[in-house]
């Protein structure tokens, strides 16, 4: 509650006035009425007396209806006031049984931070302190008497939203919330979240048992063994493959004795260059190689893998195997072979390297170009260098002193050598001593500058003889000139023979195809029997002469250029055949035979014309069979 004046007590300062102005009305009345009186026994002017006491009255009167007025509006302020006071007690008593009603602690302070209102849970968050919380008790009080009593023992993270959360002397898990109200004033909730916590802590249990678990499944699973020691030396986690690879049982593994005797039982860890023990190791068990390393943790204890290398191992040899063989091998090649990374340090040389710039063997492993050459002659080889470093194939000569400091000449090829995403990571060096290639190269430059005189002589005498051919050739071509005329004329002369053999040809066919007008003439009429074999003989001399004239002109339209040929693709057989159909019975009937030979021969020529060139044959022959010249 505070200190301000209600509306009850402003009424009573009201009522308390009127009443004191009232009694001064009395008092003035009981004057002027004492007054009054007095002056009527004195003889005094009475209608004066009683104007004046007429004025009073009515002064009286107005003022009485005035108190009468504030005693009726007091009294109905007295009804209003108690009806409000019973509305406020009905509404406090609202608010504390909700207050009452709320499942957390409430407490609320004023504006000056002191206690105003809280319910009975807040009261409980205080049992067993020995701490009495009474209204007008400050914050700042509470927190002191808090940390005095002990009741809150731990105190968790901000949750992020603002909110304390505190663990209680009795094991209770409460969240505090403030919130200040528009008067200024501070209400404060405490929320048990014992449950939530609870439930939080189940959840992260078995949110640990789980990774616990999967963990251990992982341990179990991985291809190493795994061995985590305490610090006092007792083997507290392991994992299958721990326990296969060192041959120890689950049974056993548990009652194992110290753990770094039992280390030392089965291997010797290696010595470090200071004579201390290093943190890798091997051991042999069961014919297996196994790789052992220590992993020291931050609270003393350590964390043993054990590995099977034994397939590495076996690579290991296996590689150094083949190196030995490279070097047999590259070490009898007569050539300087080495492998310089892309640090410019020498990985390997054979022996002819070695031996040529007079090094032990060995004893370039580790040095750089520059060291072993010397910084004037690698800044020769810089160029080429960055060439291969950069993916390119350089081949280049050049000239060194070996190890007996003799001038020989090299020819050195670069070749780079990638990785699996094409950049170089070092260079495969070949270099061939070619001082004796050199040799024979001058030599053979002397011998080409003398054939070269020689040539030059030589061609000084060519060129005597061109000019003779020159004039040889001038002479030729006067005589070509002369026969290209020749062979023109004889051409023109050609043609008019052409033309002449078409027109006599032509003017021969008309009286010969007369004659035969005549000779058919002669054999549609009787004829004697003597005379008819001599017509007979002169009609067939006719069409002989007239086949044979029609082959002149041919001839000349060929000459001529009036007939073109027209090539096809056909068998000679067929055309052999038609042929000898058509003449068969022409030659039975003139007392001849006619026999030929098939061919399966496929010829591409004029058809019409190789016809012709047969028939005219043919023709030929039977001619000169029927005149007796083949006899």
Known sequence: MTDNVTPEMDLRLQIAVLEKENAKLRKINGALIERVESSNAQGANPYAAFEHSVVLAEQVRERTEALNEALFELKTSHRA????????????????????????????????????????????????TGVSITTGTSIQDIRRLANESGLIVEVDADTGSGSKVFRLMSGQWVQMSERETSDGGLVILYTDISNLKAAETERREEALA??????????????????????????????????????????????LPPFRALNLKHFHMPKDRNGGSSSAG????????????????PDGGYVNTYTDITERHQYAETLKESERWIRLITDHVPALIAYVGDDLQYRFTNKVYEDWYGWEQGSLLGMTIADVHGQAHFNELVPYLQRALSGENVTFDIAEKNGAGDLRFLLKSYVPNMDANGKPIGIFVMIRDITERRKVAMELESAYQNLELRVRERTSELTEVNEQLRSEIEERSQVEARLREAKKDAEQANLSKTKFLAAVSHDLLQPLNAARLFTGALFDKPLPDETEPLVSAVSNALSD???????????????????????????????????????????????????????????????????????????????????????
């Open 545 to 631: 002469v007239e086949s044979l004239l029609g082959t002149l002109v041919d001839i000349s339209k060929l000459d001529a250029g009036v007939v073109k040929s027209d090539p096809t693709t056909f068998r000679i057989s067929d055309l052999i055949e038609n042929i000898a159909n058509e003449y068969q019975q022409f030659a039975q009937k003139e007392g001849l035979r006619l026999s030929y030979v098939s061919s399966s021969a496929v010829v591409r020529t004029d058809s019409q014309l190789l016809a012709r060139i047969l028939l005219t044959f043919y023709r030929t022959l039977s001619v000169t069979l029927k005149q007796g010249a083949l006899f």
């Open 81 to 128: 006031l108690k009806r409000a006071n019973r509305e406020a007690d009905l509404a406090n008593q609202h608010l504390i049984d909700a207050i009452e009603s709320i499942s957390d602690a409430f407490v609320l302070f004023d504006s000056e931070r002191r206690i105003v209102l809280f319910n009975s849970k807040f009261q409980t968050v205080w049992e067993g």
């Open 210 to 255: 789980e990774k616990t678990r999967l963990l251990q499944n992982t341990v179990d699973n991985l291809s190493q063994g795994i061995a985590l020691i305490n610090t006092s030396d007792q083997l507290e986690i392991w994992n299958d493959r721990f326990l296969t690879l060192t041959g120890i049982s689950r049974s056993v593994a548990a009652s």
């Open 282 to 297: 091997v051991m042999e068990y069961g014919g297996r190689i196994i790789e052992v390393k220590t992993h020291a943790l």
